[in-house]
């Protein structure tokens, strides 16, 4: 009998522990030692010892709410593309509880990975009701606010690219499904600087968003509001939108991005 190279190459405590971390991925709200068990049919000691360890390696942490575990920031952080910059969370946190405080609004900060977004981390508004969204949420480009600000900072060839290669899922009556109008609010999008999700992704909820960049002028990541819309007023998006922008121009100076200081 012959042994497929897949068989005799493969590490079963290994190949447990990637089935582990993908299956908590797809589930943020996080899954118990027993459900992880069942789900991928492993045994429950072996799942056990699998989630200890990458407790202790701090890849994944317990839920709060519910027994169980979801996966940490520090995936995220490993997959962050800013290697060798300073800490683009460290370096975005301070700019957004200065935002947060600014507006009550929850503000939040990811990275663009391939063809969607991240969300890397939030800080909860101040208001009595406002959204919460849990790091590792992954979110469309045609849609979101940080992805249609990421979008617009490209060059034509290649945003027209990308564009070409997404699927432009329709989630309510305002999200932009035809590559043409996409592309021709990225330039919009290009003069002012800042984007905004109005209710293309879920009804009653407004994201302003705007891309940072590092000192390679590279894209570092995107900083952006959530809000209900009944909170946003024209004038106060257009408001919000320079308050962020302005701060996304700040965190990109702190990352060591200097053409925003050529004249």
């Not at 910059?85 to 009550?104: C, G, M, Q, V, W």
Request: aromatic share 6%.
């Amino acid at each position: 009998m012959t042994i497929s190279s897949d068989q005799k190459y493969n590490v079963p405590g290994l190949d447990r522990a990637l089935s582990i971390i993908e299956l908590l991925n797809e589930n943020a709200l996080g899954l118990s030692v027993n459900e992880v068990a069942a789900i991928l049919k492993l045994p429950v000691n072996s799942v056990y010892r699998i989630m200890a360890t990458l407790e202790r390696r701090k890849y994944v942490k317990k839920s709060k709410g519910k027994p169980g575990y979801v996966l940490s920031e520090k995936l995220l952080k490993l997959a962050t593309p800013i290697s060798g910059d300073p800490s683009f969370i460290e370096a975005t946190l301070p700019h957004l509880y200065e935002l947060r405080n600014n507006t009550k609004e929850s503000m939040l900060t990811g990275v663009i990975l391939k063809n969607e977004g991240v969300v890397l981390e939030q800080i909860e508004g101040i208001h009595n009701f406002s959204f919460k969204v849990k790091p590792g949420l992954r979110f469309p480009l045609h849609t979101s606010a940080p992805g249609k600000a990421y979008l617009a900072e490209l060059n034509e060839k290649n945003r027209s690219m990308i564009i070409s290669g997404l699927k432009l899922t329709r989630f309510t009556k305002n999200t932009l499904t035809c590559p043409k109008k996409l592309e021709e609010e990225c330039k919009k999008i290009k003069k002012l600087g800042y984007s905004v999700d109005n209710e293309e992704e879920m009804d009653g909820q407004i994201c302003i968003g705007s891309i940072v960049k590092n000192r390679k002028n590279e894209i570092a990541g995107a900083i952006w509001m959530v809000a209900p819309t009944n909170r946003m007023t024209q004038e106060k998006i257009n408001k919000t939108g320079y308050l962020i922008h302005q701060a996304a121009n700040l965190i990109s100076t702190d990352l060591g991005y200097l053409s925003l200081n050529v004249a």
